[in-house]
């Protein structure tokens, strides 16, 4: 998400709000624009999902991929969306400014809740891309991330609608088939992963994991391993890690208090886990995080 923190739209737009420098969000991204009645931007690919609502005003835009000028009319509940990796040259002009609602989504989030749906990666299916929607679903979430940043709302309440959002744009944006059913195994895999989801700040033992998914731990270590491509703990360890990200970002916590929040018995076995699966240590992650900012 650095690519879109750095990014300067110069004359083209004022950012009026930005989720992350002014609430400290740093999972969600969400900004908020005002836009001048004429401008032409080159914009950087960036790895996150963008949705754009036009919450304000009229113009005329169009987007540019390759040789071929896409165009469309925008007013107020216009959608735009663009996928992660695509960079694009853009013009609109208009006879007032408009007002626009930028929400980025982790690629990663979106990736996450195809293999969920489909059980195959956002990219297969075609992640959800377009110069222009109509979709009310999307403009009422959209307008309520964006009245929820501007009253500093607790991240929770943005983490919570973009797990809607991934699933609502695969469903209804992208070339995705309908969701598939599970079997049996699968079923109880997802209510385990679920419960170490909930509960990865617990001391959790192979047994508990296994009870969540009412198997034998001998068949749900099996049946978690072929379902997931991980062993148990190896999962659990990832979900820590992940939060512990999310701690460090925020910079509320000192590393031994996350370490302890996120369910890892020491201090070392946090570092080590963290190492392993991030390439660096706690401190050096939290330093970069800042540096960024």
């Not at 969400?30 to 009229?58: H, K, M």
């Not at 109880?188 to 998914?213: E, G, W």
């Not at 201090?267 to 240590?281: E, K, L, N, V």
Request: aromatic content about 6%; some cysteine.
């Amino acid at each position: 998400m650095s690519e879109a923190l750095t990014f300067d739209p110069g004359a083209a737009a004022r950012v009026r709000l930005c989720s992350r420098r002014d609430n400290g969000w740093s999972g969600v991204l969400v900004r908020l624009l005002d836009n001048a009645e004429t401008a032409e931007l080159d914009l950087p690919p960036v790895d996150d999902q963008i949705v754009v609502l036009v919450s304000r005003g009229s113009t005329s835009i169009e987007s540019r991929h390759g040789s071929t000028w896409r165009r469309a009319d925008y007013g107020p509940g216009s959608i735009g969306l663009t996928a992660p990796g695509h960079p694009t040259r853009i013009r609109w002009r208009g006879t007032d400014r408009t007002q626009t609602t930028h929400v980025h989504l982790p690629g990663a989030l979106v990736d996450r809740t195809a293999l969920d749906l489909w059980g195959r990666d956002a990219g297969r299916l075609g992640r959800p891309d377009a110069l222009s929607v109509e979709d009310p679903v999307l403009a009422s979430v959209l307008g309520a991330l964006k009245s929820a940043a501007l009253a500093g709302a607790d991240e929770l309440y943005a983490e919570s609608a973009a797990t809607f959002l991934a699933v609502h744009l695969l469903t209804r944006h992208a070339a995705a088939p309908p969701p598939r059913e599970f079997g049996r195994d699968e079923l109880r895999t997802r209510r385990a992963v679920q419960f170490i989801r909930d509960n990865h700040h617990l001391p959790l033992s192979l047994a508990d994991m296994a009870a969540a998914a009412d198997l034998s731990a001998f068949h749900f270590l099996r049946v978690f391993k072929t379902a997931t491509g991980q062993t148990p703990y190896r999962y659990l360890t990832r979900i820590r890690v992940e939060r512990a990200c999310r701690h460090l970002e925020r910079g509320e916590l000192s590393v031994t208090e996350i370490a302890q929040a996120c369910g890892f018995a020491t201090p070392s076995r946090f570092a080590s886990a963290f190492r392993a699966q991030i390439g660096q240590s706690p401190s050096a992650y939290r330093a970069a995080v800042r540096y960024q900012q």
